[in-house]
C-alpha cells in the first residue's frame, strides 16, 4: 500500500495504490494523521489503484472524513472500481462519501 499526499492552496490530493487491508492501514497511520491535519481544505482521494480495501481501510476513510466535517469541508472519491463501489455500497459508504 502507498498513499501520496498533495495540498494545493484549494484541495488536498490523496492517491492510494494497492491493498487496504489491516496492516496496511496500520502502517498508513501517520499518512492518516497528515490528511487528517490537511483537513482544513477539501479533500480528493483518487482511488484508481486501490485494488482491496477492507474494515480497517474504511475506517480511515471514516476519519479523514470526520476531520473534513469538523471544518464543513467535503470528502471526494474518484477512479472507484467495481470491487471498491461494490464495498462501499453494501456498507452505504457510498452515501457518505462524494464518488465521481
Known amino acids: ?3 501520496e499526499i498533495n495540498k494545493t492552496e484549494e484541495r488536498v490530493n490523496v492517491v492510494m495504490n494497492g491493498e487496504l487491508d489491516t ?3 496500520e502502517m498508513a497511520e ?4 497528515e490528511i487528517e491535519a490537511a483537513a482544513t481544505l477539501p479533500i480528493t482521494i483518487d482511488c484508481t ?3 482491496y480495501i477492507s474494515s ?10 470526520k476531520a473534513a466535517n469538523q471544518y464543513g ?5 474518484i477512479g472507484v472500481n ?5 464495498v462501499l455500497s453494501i456498507t452505504h459508504f457510498n452515501k457518505m462519501f ?3
Open 1 to 3: 500500500m502507498n498513499i
Open 73 to 77: 469541508n467535503k470528502v471526494t472519491l
Open 98 to 100: 462524494e464518488i465521481l
Open 49 to 51: 489503484a486501490l485494488d
Open 56 to 65: 480497517s481501510g474504511l475506517r480511515l476513510l471514516l476519519r479523514i472524513r
Open 30 to 33: 501517520p499518512q492518516v494523521k
Open 82 to 86: 467495481a470491487n471498491i463501489m461494490e
Open 23 to 25: 496492516l496496511a492501514a
